[in-house]
C-alpha cells in the first residue's frame, strides 16, 4: 500500500473493543427476509415510474453485466497504470464523448454524484475569478425554477445567492435579470441554470441570457441533470455554456434513487479546464501504430480545484455510461426525441383534468397542479398515494416549489404508448374519485403494505428493528407470522 498523504494518528481508545456482539441468524432466515422486501418494493422492473427531476428510467441489462466483468470489477484504484490500461482506455473514451455530446473542450469523472460536480463547476468559477485577480465577485444568480441543489452548492462554495423569478410563461425573467445584472455588474461571479428547467420549460431567451451573464463579466454554469432532453439534439457548450455536468446515472442509464451510485462528470470550455477536478485520465505515450494502444496515465490539471472523491469517481458507473453510448452511436438523438414526445404526449391527454400553470411545448417532464378549487380538501400527496393503490409509482411531489401542490411527471423515452395512456386512464379515474369519494384519496393507499405514514416524523425518528409479523394471511392464504419485518 502507497504511504498515506495526511497525517496518521492512534485509533481513540474509546473506540476499540474486545468484542462485537451481533445477531445470528441462519442463512434461510436472511434469504427469506431479503426477498421479501424486493417483493414489497416498487421498482422500474415492475412498475411505471414517472418520477420527474430524477429521471427512472429503464437499467438496461447489459450495462450491469459489463459493469461486472471480472476486469472492471475486480481491479483495484490503487493498482500499477500498467495493469489496469482497460479501466483507463474506457474512462479515456467516456471523457471524450461526453466532452463531444456537449459541445466542450475538456471533462473530468472525479465528481461522484449530480450535487458533486455542480459543486465542482461553482468551485471552478470561483477559482477562476480570483485568478483573473477578480475576488469580489461573490454573487452566483440562481433562478427559482432551478434544481433546489443550485442555491445550496452556491452557498456551500461560500458565495452569494440572488434568486432570479420566473415570468408568466416559466421562464427567467429577461427584463429582472438585466435589472440585476447591471446592479451588481462587478460582482456577479456566475449564473446556474437547469436546461430544461424543472418546470420542463426550455428557455427561448437562453442565447440572451448567456450573454446578458457574460457582458457583466460572469460566467455560466448548466445543471446538466435534464440532458436527456437534449441528446443529439443541441450542445451547450455552443451555446456558450462555461461549465456543466452530467447525471450519468440519469441520462445514461442506471435508475436514480435508493441511495446511489451516483456520478456526476463535469465538462467546461477551454478557459476553464485548468481548474477541473482531477486527477484525469490522459494518454501519456501515442501508439506507435495503429495495431498498438497507446499508453494512458493519470495528470493533475494545472490549477484544479483539487481532488474531489477518494480514487476516481464511481468506476462502475462508467463501464454503465460507456455501455449504454457504445449501443446508442450516433442514434443518441433518438433518447432526446422520444424523452420529449412522451412528456407532451402526457401533458395534452391531461390538460383538460389537470391544471397546467406553464401550458406549453415541455422538455422531458412536466408539471401540474394535485388540486382542484371544487374539492379544496384534496392535495397532491393524496393524489400520489392512491396511485399506488394502482400500481403506479407516484411523481415528484411538491417541487419545484413555485408550483402549488406541484406534482412533476416525468415518463422517460423507454415507456409505451400502452403504458402511458393508462396512467392516463389511472390519473383521470383517481380525478373522478376526488370529487365524488374524497375520503377515498385520503386513506390511501389501500392495496399496500405499509399504509400512509407520518414520513417526516418516520425520517428524522428512524427506529429499525426486525420482529416477526403477526400471524396472520397473506393474500395468497400462506401465513406470514414466522416472516421478520422491518419496521420504523
Known amino acids: ?43 422500474i422492473d415492475t412498475h411505471f415510474y414517472p418520477l420527474g427531476s430524477c429521471t427512472m428510467k429503464y437499467n438496461p441489462k447489459i450495462n ?48 461522484a454524484a449530480g450535487a458533486q460536480g455542480e459543486f465542482a463547476g461553482i468551485l471552478m468559477i470561483r477559482k477562476y475569478h480570483i485568478e483573473q485577480g477578480d475576488e469580489k465577485r461573490t454573487k452566483i444568480l440562481v433562478p427559482n425554477s432551478a434544481h433546489g441543489t443550485n442555491p445550496a452548492t452556491t452557498t456551500m462554495a461560500g458565495l452569494e445567492v440572488i434568486e432570479i423569478g420566473a415570468g408568466p410563461d416559466g421562464e427567467v ?70 461549465v456543466m455536468h452530467y447525471n450519468l446515472h440519469k441520462t445514461f442509464s442506471t435508475p436514480h434513487g435508493g441511495g446511489g451510485p451516483g456520478s456526476g462528470p463535469v465538462c467546461c470550455s477551454e478557459k476553464l479546464a485548468p481548474y477541473l477536478p482531477g486527477p484525469i485520465v490522459t494518454i501519456v505515450e501515442p501508439a506507435s501504430d495503429e495495431h498498438e ?28 455510461a460507456y455501455a449504454y453510448i457504445l449501443a446508442y452511436g450516433n442514434q443518441l438523438d433518438q433518447v432526446a426525441r422520444h424523452a420529449v414526445l412522451n412528456a407532451n404526449y402526457l401533458r395534452v391527454q391531461l390538460h383538460d383534468t389537470y391544471n397546467s400553470p406553464y401550458d406549453r411545448l415541455c422538455g422531458h417532464e412536466f408539471v401540474v397542479e394535485g388540486r382542484w378549487k371544487d374539492v379544496p380538501d384534496v392535495h397532491a ?82 427506529v429499525l428493528c426486525c420482529q416477526p409479523l403477526p400471524a396472520e394471511s397473506t393474500s395468497d392464504g400462506v401465513s406470514a407470522s414466522s416472516e421478520p419485518e422491518v419496521v420504523a
Open 293 to 320: 494502444a497507446p499508453l494512458y496515465g493519470w495528470q493533475m490539471p494545472e490549477k484544479s480545484i483539487g481532488r474531489l472523491k477518494a480514487f476516481h469517481g464511481n468506476f462502475g458507473m462508467h463501464v454503465r
Open 381 to 462: 400527496l393524496d393524489i400520489s398515494k392512491r396511485l399506488i393503490d394502482y400500481g403506479i409509482h407516484p411523481p415528484t411531489n411538491y417541487f419545484p416549489l413555485i408550483v402549488p401542490e406541484a406534482l412533476l411527471i416525468e415518463p422517460t423515452e423507454t415507456e409505451t404508448k400502452a403504458t402511458l395512456d393508462h396512467f392516463v386512464s389511472v390519473m383521470k379515474k383517481i380525478a373522478e374519485e376526488a370529487r365524488t369519494n374524497p375520503q377515498l384519496l385520503h386513506e390511501a393507499p389501500h392495496h399496500a403494505p405499509v399504509k400512509r405514514v407520518d414520513e417526516v416524523r418516520a425520517a428524522r425518528q428512524l
Open 173 to 242: 425573467d429577461l427584463a429582472v435579470l438585466k435589472a440585476v445584472c447591471d446592479e451588481h455588474r462587478d460582482t456577479i461571479a456566475g449564473m446556474m441554470m437547469t436546461i430544461p428547467s424543472t418546470l420542463g420549460v426550455f428557455e427561448d431567451d437562453l442565447l440572451e441570457i448567456i450573454e446578458t451573464v457574460h457582458s457583466v463579466g460572469g460566467l455560466m454554469y448548466m445543471d446538466g441533470a435534464n440532458m436527456n432532453a437534449l441528446l443529439g439534439i443541441a450542445k451547450p457548450g455552443e451555446m456558450g455554456i462555461d
Open 64 to 111: 450491469e453485466a459489463m459493469a461486472r466483468l471480472d476486469g472492471f470489477a475486480n481491479i483495484h484504484p490503487l493498482q500499477a497504470t500498467d495493469t489496469v490500461q482497460g479501466a483507463l482506455a474506457l474512462m479515456y473514451r467516456l471523457q471524450e464523448w461526453l466532452r463531444e455530446i456537449a459541445g466542450f473542450a475538456a471533462t473530468s469523472l472525479q465528481p
Open 1 to 43: 500500500m502507497p504511504q498515506p498523504d495526511v497525517p496518521t494518528t492512534d485509533i481513540p481508545s474509546e473506540l476499540l473493543r474486545d468484542e462485537l456482539p451481533l445477531p445470528e441468524v441462519s442463512e434461510i432466515e436472511v434469504v427469506r427476509h431479503f426477498t421479501r422486501l424486493s417483493q414489497l418494493n416498487n421498482a
